[in-house]
């Protein structure tokens, strides 16, 4: 693996020459603090030597260019005879600035002021140490200006003197950073004793003042450095040439920076990313926008990929911009867009992945509206890659329509194997459980205290679409929160507590469901309890908490058996004293199989409710109804004798033989093409029924106990036979145990033999 590509606007760690130290004052003053705190004396002293040379040439440099100014000023009056007798009077008549100026206008008229504004030009167009001064020594020579060299240039000359040399004591007393405290005092010092004397007419107090104040705002605002910056940013700016690169003391905006560097971050989203970094780290003052960059590199990220679901995540926002963070909706929903894309995108038959990338396509809609509502900070690069993401997904969607129309020409194939049923999409090819949801219902309404609800089946029979479904069926008096105790986050007891607050939390829209639990689980349960007896009534609506394969969790409590009596007990403790927390476990095992810690010594008052198959009635109905295939009553009734209305052993023949009609073109079915999806079914790895071997007949004792009913006796083994009846396995047949289900007799005659048996 290569190393990971460094960031181009990565900047060294530390001045290593006199020039960058004083460069580092001038414009890395916040790295400068940082870095001299662990600075000895002797270092300080070894930089002051290296930077001694270039704060002289500095200094040299404002001395030659207040000589200079003083010589071009005092010029009409040195050599009158090259001059306009009216310049030369004017010079001679009024000492002050104001009034030589005021004359000069008066005579020269627009060409002085032009000749001044290009020698600014030609100053702001360069850089400040070398243009700026020839620019107005140019334009000042141009306009024929007096003795501003020696009032305010020359003062100037005087205060950066002695900013300098405060500067120099400093850095050779060990403070490296008041090198730029005497830049700062000097520049104001000079600026003051200037514009004091500019003001000749005024008392020399307040003009000592205003020049104070002036030269304060303008050492602040850092002026003599934005202004040219700002200059050239007219002429460039992007990522790479922009003034927050070189200058970490930018206060002021520079205009049309923030769209330009956000357009070009969006554009080119990894070099955004790499700016915005590189912002936050080395430039304090511009944290909101860099912010803003890391909006528009995140959307750019999105419109480069659209219909990857690993780029749909959320944007990493500086926790000190709130104004720029999502709101916690939105990011809901952008976490549910992405696992109906990925849900989408795992789809392998045509009709379901149509259904879920239609589905998916009116959940974007639904988002870039939402994203509408969001701060217009950020939002708008958002929309633009929505869009894009919106125009891809509705060629997907056309694409996945004349696919499914090439191959479903007979019937669309509603039926799901493999997956538990959801609400919309298999709302049609859900039956049945009305018994079980009016019983559910009726049992928790009328509870005084609340029991621990227990919904036992079979591996495959149906209990998670059941709980996918429970929302609908209960209606809006209840709140339905499901966790699936086989998630890979949940790998504790902690990690449990935690994955089930954050669920809750999510579900009832709260924002604190983060929380770490101590490891001490009894600890870690009863803040849990204290947090859910702390939320509101919600409304008077009842919060189920739905564990789903909760037998999972039973191994985790096996690892410490101490601890895991303790906890039951108190989790058995608080379902009998509230009724408005239902604790609802679903799974496949009963509760006296599961020993050390003993369940059933816990929940002696568990409320049990058992998901078989499906009635024969709601087993025709899902054969006849989803689909407008014609079968014959002897298909349909073989149907029902071979699964007994196990539900996803009918799902997957019915799918099949939909296949089958739409291949050949036909609506009629027949017995043949029954036959024909049986043996496409009944393979080796027939989920449910490889289960059943593999896992729940695992043990020697119980595949003894199977071969013994396929070879048509009775077993010995009662232990075995009790508990392959109670989970509903097997039926008596003229006082002779079989098999309940007959694919599952055909299936385990065919291939037991290759799966050997294993201890528990």
Known sequence: MGKPKQNPFQLPPEPRTGRALIRWTLFELPRLLDWSEGLTRGRILVLYLRAVPWILLLATGFYILSLMVLIIWELPLDF?????????????????????????????????????????????????????????????????????????????????????????????????????????????????????????????????????FSGWAIGMLRLPFYIPQAVVGLIRLDLYHNPYRWDAGVRLPIWGARRRLTEQAFGDPETGRQFAEFLLEYRPLQRRLAAAILHAAH???????????????????????????????????????????????????????RAAYDDFSRKLNAF????????????????????????????????????????????????????????????????????LRQNLAR????????????????????????????????????????????????ESVPAWLADLRRLIADKLERDDGDWTPPDQWLAAWRELREWLEGIGADGGRKLILALDEFEELHGYLAQEPEQGRRLLAAIRSFSQHQNRVVLLFVGATPLSELRDPDWSRYFVQTQLFRVDYL????????????????????????????????????????????????????????????????????????????????????????????????????????????????????????????????LFEDWLRKYREGFPATEC
């Open 80 to 212: 009158p005879a090259q001059f306009q007798p009216a310049v030369v009077q004017i010079f001679m008549d009024s000492p002050g600035f104001g009034e030589r100026l005021i004359g000069l206008l008066s005579v020269t008229g627009w060409k002085f002021a032009a000749m001044l504004a290009l020698g600014l030009a030609l100053g702001l167009a360069g850089s400040l140490a070398g243009n700026l001064a020839l620019g107005l020594a140019l334009g000042l020579a141009g306009g024929l200006a007096g003795d501003l060299a020696g009032d305010l240039v020359g003062d100037l000359a005087l205060g950066l003197a002695v900013g300098l040399a405060m500067g120099l004591a400093g850095l050779a007393l060990g403070l490296a950073v008041d090198l730029a405290v005497g830049l700062a005092v000097g520049l104001a010092l000079g600026l003051a004793l200037g514009l004091a004397s500019l003001v000749g007419g005024l008392a020399e107090g307040p003009a000592l003042g205003i020049g104070c």
């Open 299 to 353: 959307a750019g990220r999105w419109r480069l990929g659209p219909l990857e679901p690993e780029r749909l995540t959320p944007p990493s926002v500086p926790a000190d911009q709130p104004a720029y963070a999502p709101g916690a909706g939105w990011q809901r929903a952008l976490a549910g867009l992405r696992q109906d894309l990925i849900a989408a995108r795992g789809q392998n038959q045509i009709s379901f992945k």
């Open 368 to 435: 870039r509206d939402l994203t509408l509502l969001e701060s217009s900070r950020w939002n708008r690069w958002y929309l633009e890659a929505l869009d894009a993401w919106r125009s891809e997904a509705a060629k997907a969607l056309h694409r996945i329509e004349d696919q499914a129309a090439s191959q479903e020409s007979i019937a669309v194939n509603r039926y799901r194997t493999g997956t538990p049923l959801r609400p919309g999409d298999d709302q049609a090819v859900f039956f049945g459980r009305e018994d």
């Open 443 to 490: 049992e928790i309404m009328t509870a005084a205290e609340m029991p621990l609800f227990l919904i036992l089946g079979q591996r495959r029979v149906g209990k998670t679409s059941l709980l996918n479904f429970l929302p609908e069926l209960l209606g809006s008096g209840f709140v339905v929160v499901t966790q699936d105790l086989q998630d890979g986050r949940v």
């Open 615 to 742: 009635a024969r009635d709601d087993a025709l109905r899902l054969i006849t109804e989803p689909v407008p295939l014609r079968y014959p009553a002897a298909v349909t009734e073989r149907l029902f004798v071979l699964t007994q209305g196990h539900p996803d052993l009918l799902q997957r023949l019915c799918g099949q033989l939909v296949s089958i009609a739409n291949k050949k073109g036909r609506q009629a079915m027949s017995m043949a093409d029954l036959e024909e999806a049986v043996a496409v079914v009944l393979i080796r790895d027939t989920a449910p029924i490889e289960r059943f071997w593999n896992e729940f007949c695992r043990a020697p004792a119980c595949r003894a106990c199977i071969e013994q009913i396929l070879a048509g006796e009775i077993p010995a083994d009662r232990p075995s036979l009790m508990r392959l009846e109670e989970h509903g396995y097997l039926v008596l047949d003229q006082g002779r145990p079989r098999l309940r289900v007959p």
